[in-house]
């Protein structure tokens, strides 16, 4: 066999392999809005409101001075980039400059339960 056509099908080969697990990692960090629906109505909607509006029946308790975001208003939805919005769910908003009584979730949601609640807070904008 000619060295460089086997030098050719290896690299076909190689970037065939790369390009399926470029494929694999983004399917894994894209999120499902209805597995994050879930998520959210078990770990968010006590402070966050059940429609996202930020108007939940723990702030009260709380005695929040500050209600969390409307996730339905398109504009303030959008204002926030999605590296934030994880790192306000996995770290908390004390770690990033916001409310000490928003908890961080890190221990509590895996990798792909975190895209799959900014999936569902992305998709709540009506």
Request: aromatic content about 6%; proline content about 4%.
């Amino acid at each position: 066999m000619d060295p460089f056509i086997f030098l050719r099908q290896q690299v076909v080969w190689a970037a065939a392999l790369v390009a399926l697990a470029a494929s694999i990692s983004l399917a894994a960090a894209e999120g499902n809005a209805g597995r994050g629906a879930q998520i959210f109505a078990a770990k968010c909607a006590r402070c966050h409101g059940r429609g996202g509006k930020g108007d939940g029946p723990d702030l009260v308790k709380l005695q929040s001075a500050v209600s969390p975001d409307d996730w339905t208003d398109k504009e303030s939805n959008q204002e926030l980039t999605d590296s934030f919005i994880v790192a306000m769910i996995t770290k908390g908003g004390k770690a990033n400059g916001k409310s000490r009584i928003m908890p961080a979730f890190a221990d509590k949601l895996n990798t792909q339960q975190v895209q799959d609640l900014l999936a569902f807070i992305r998709a709540m904008p009506k």
